[in-house]
């Protein structure tokens, strides 16, 4: 059972000069209080800062050690910071204090790599040598699980990857997880027990080559052997290398995370740069069109006219028209062409002749005149109806008004595009791009190395299979002098076999323990009662049931908050290490009746629980009427300036 | 020059400041040739009751053959003004004044599509 017994604090972010508290050594909870930006996070780090050495920022950022110091102590000329933990554990005390200070020769210290972090180690006032220290820290709570012991309730949605197997973070929970409920004791014997079969094997081989009869399948299965060797070796190499580059793509995806508006503005800009080089294409087919059509504008422009002039055009024909036939019949009648009248069709005498020849002006000339002027007016007419045909200004306006409709479209988006630019730095795009290239690359690196995998696994079966059929062949073969290595192979091989089996069966009752802790867990948390509990599948990724047996496919942020909460509380019950849970944010999203409810089960998580609230998430009254006697101990997170914060017992 | 007046012209011009004018209404109005643009700023100016007239100055650019190859502008420019005896060299007068009337300045380029869009409906 590990416990902690107190914090020292010297110059460590917002905690100015020496500061301390205890943590009672009674079961319970003990809450601090502060508001924002007060240091409830940096409290957090304290503990982590002492265990691993490390500070973590929002998103899982490593901090800066420069930033950790108090900036007040710093202006006075202070250059490092301290944290102190005492701690219980087995049955010992220890004392664990780690400084933070420039590097020597380092000069004045800019950033993180200008310090360097050390720590020792006492147990039972003792300095413990360096070797003894790490080992017996990594004892006391290595850092691969500390993320059940420390947490951050608002990164509890990360325990939501287990749940889908294609994230690079959920395998590493997984794996967290079996090691906090202690699966490793058991798959390190079955790694150990392989490794004697591998060399039972071996010395079998050996043993094969040194008789005449099995010479020949001795060489063989040594070579079977060798080749074994290698291929084990790069599928170790192998693995390791996929799990760094794993680590290093949740890394980029935590800081493309951080990044996230930086980087929508960046595909927002991208893809209206895009949709304007699109309408640029259409602007220049409208304008060819609009080119086309262009030539008889301008009989567009006069259109009214051209219609009132055809109009009047059309008038004055009819007028000369009329007066030409007119003409020409009376130069009929009066020359006696026409012997009766075309209209009445009675016969035209002589004297209505000369009548007739009289009234008539003398010669051609105002007839010639009147078709001369005829022929004009037709060809004009001509004219005007054949530039009214091809003018068409409803059809040039259309295609004018299409052309600035997207036109305006273009202009809006590129000053949308200007407007984005400004709030992008060129640093800060290079920096995305540069995260993306590398984070396609890493995608790259981890499908090739996944490929690499396969294929040497599929190596190794056949290697197995053809070491197999050989030494079958083999077992034939040999005489009593290669028995006493059979029996040692046989004896490898079935307790191998045994641990193997031994793992899943183990593995399967833990989750069947878990998914029945965590069901306990999520039915005192949750306010809703249809929920029946938690499913649990391979990678401890947990589903909501509801009381019809149907799992819950889609669940809020509050839900997955609950669950979260509901695995940590199992995996400390079914932990081979106990110790007490420190916990930043605990409520999330959570509304009130949750908030109680969490309030009311945190005691039964752990023998020691730290609570870093607010108040107004947890009013201190409501914390003692929920608590009761449970809660050992209150302390307030008091402002002294924005950069000074004094821990003050309640 | 009188004798000059009294004869229709045989060749169209711009005045040497409304070069600019022109080369810009072609660019901006989209035409395919620069005699598109001027018959456009022509038409311009009789939608704005330009008044009959000459204009002093203006270069040769055209030969009217190739400005009316069909003699179809002369026939429209008749029929609109009756009592007109030089169409061409009214229809030149009207290609200065309707240019005259795009120029919006050099930072201001012609504004055909508004020019269609304020063009009253038949």
């Keep these: 059972m590990l416990r902690i017994k107190s914090l020292h604090l010297k110059d460590f972010g917002a905690f100015k000069g020496e500061q301390a508290f205890d943590l009672p050594s009674d079961e319970g909870v003990t809450v601090f209080y502060g508001e924002n930006m007060r240091g409830k996070t940096t409290l957090l780090n304290a503990f982590r800062f002492a265990l691993f050495g490390k500070i973590i920022g929002r998103g899982r950022r490593a901090v800066s050690f420069h930033d950790m110091i108090n900036w007040e102590a710093r202006a006075d000329g202070a250059r490092s910071f301290e944290v102190r933990l005492e701690l219980s554990h087995a049955g010992a005390d220890y004392r664990l204090t780690r400084t933070c200070r420039p590097k020597s020769g380092a000069g004045a210290p800019a950033g993180h790599s200008d310090y360097v972090a050390d720590y020792y180690l006492e147990r039972g006032g003792h300095i413990l040598p360096a070797q003894q220290a790490a080992i017996e820290l990594e004892r006391i709570l290595p850092e691969q699980i500390a993320r059940f012991f420390l947490f951050d309730g608002e990164l509890l949605q990360e325990y939501e990857d287990l749940l889908h197997g294609d994230t690079d973070m959920g395998p590493k929970i997984s794996q967290a997880i079996e090691r906090i409920l202690g699966l490793p004791t058991l798959t390190k014997s079955r790694d150990t027990l392989k490794l004697a079969l591998d060399k039972a094997e071996e010395r079998v081989a050996v043993a094969a080559q040194g008789d005449q009869k099995t010479r020949e399948f001795g060489n063989q299965l040594q070579s079977l052997v060798e080749e074994r060797e290698v291929l084990t070796q790069d599928l170790f190499r192998h693995e390791r290398d996929l799990e760094g580059l794993r680590a290093k793509k949740v890394a980029i995806e935590d800081d493309m995370r951080r990044r996230e508006r930086m980087a929508t503005l960046l595909d927002k800009r991208d893809r209206l740069a895009g949709e304007v080089g699109g309408l640029q294409k259409i602007i220049s087919e409208k304008k060819d069109d609009i080119g086309k059509a262009m030539a008889p504008a301008w009989s567009a422009i006069i259109r009214p006219r051209l219609v009132v002039a055809v109009t009047a055009h059309r008038a004055r024909e009819v007028e000369l028209q009329s007066a030409v036939t007119r003409a020409q019949v009376l130069h009929s009648l009066a020359e006696g062409h026409e012997a009766s009248c075309p209209t009445c069709l009675q016969t035209v005498p002589p004297e209505a002749q000369a009548k007739i020849r009289a009234m008539l002006p003398s010669g051609q000339g105002s007839t010639d005149e009147a078709q001369r002027e005829l022929g004009g007016v037709r060809r004009r007419l001509d004219a005007l109806e054949a530039q009214l045909a091809v003018s068409n200004p409803e059809a040039l306006r259309l295609l004018w008004a299409d052309l600035e409709a997207k036109r305006l479209e273009m202009y809006a988006k590129s000053a949308e595009i200007e407007e984005i630019e400004k709030q992008l730095t060129g640093d800060a795009e290079d920096e995305l791009k540069g995260l993306r290239r590398d984070y396609d690359s890493i995608v790259r690196q981890i499908a090739a190395l996944e490929e690499g995998i396969k294929a040497t696994n599929e190596k190794l079966a056949g290697n197995a299979n053809y070491r197999d059929n050989i030494q079958k062949r083999l077992d034939k073969l040999a005489g009593g002098q290669m028995d006493s290595e059979r029996r040692r192979r046989d004896m490898a091989s079935r307790l191998y076999e045994l641990f193997k089996d031994s793992v899943d069966v183990y593995r399967d009752q833990l989750r069947h323990r878990v998914e029945a802790d965590a069901s306990r867990y999520f039915k005192l948390l949750t306010t809703e009662q249809d929920y029946a509990g938690l499913r649990i599948n391979d990678s401890y990724g947990l589903m909501i049931v509801h009381r019809d047996g149907s799992d819950i496919p889609v669940r809020s942020a509050g839900a997955e908050h609950v669950v979260a909460l509901s695995l940590v509380a199992a995996l400390q019950n079914n932990a081979q290490l106990r110790g007490p849970i420190v916990i930043d944010s605990p409520f999330g999203r959570l509304d009130g009746g949750h908030r109680s409810r969490i309030v009311e089960v945190l005691p039964d998580m752990a023998d020691q629980v730290v609570l870093l609230v607010y108040e107004e998430e947890l009013p201190p009254a409501r914390a003692r009427e929920a608590l009761k006697g449970r809660l050992r101990s209150e302390w307030a997170l008091e402002r002294q300036s924005a950069r000074h914060t004094e821990l003050v017992k309640r | ?122």
């Design chain 2, 1 to 122: 020059m009188a004798a000059e007046k009294t004869t229709d012209k045989k060749t169209i011009g711009v005045t040497s400041g409304n070069e600019r004018i022109l080369a810009s209404l072609a660019a901006e109005g989209l035409f395919s040739t620069d005699i598109e643009a001027a018959k456009f700023a022509m038409a311009h100016a009789i939608d704005m009751d330009v008044k009959r007239g000459t204009t002093d100055g203006a270069g040769t650019k055209w030969n009217v053959g190739s400005f009316d190859s069909d003699g179809a502008l002369k026939a429209v420019v008749e029929a609109l003004y009756p009592e007109e005896g030089q169409p061409y060299r009214l229809v030149e007068h009207l290609i200065n004044e309707g240019l005259k009337l795009f120029d919006k300045g050099s930072a201001l380029p012609p504004d055909v599509a508004g020019t269609l869009f304020a063009t009253k409906s038949a």
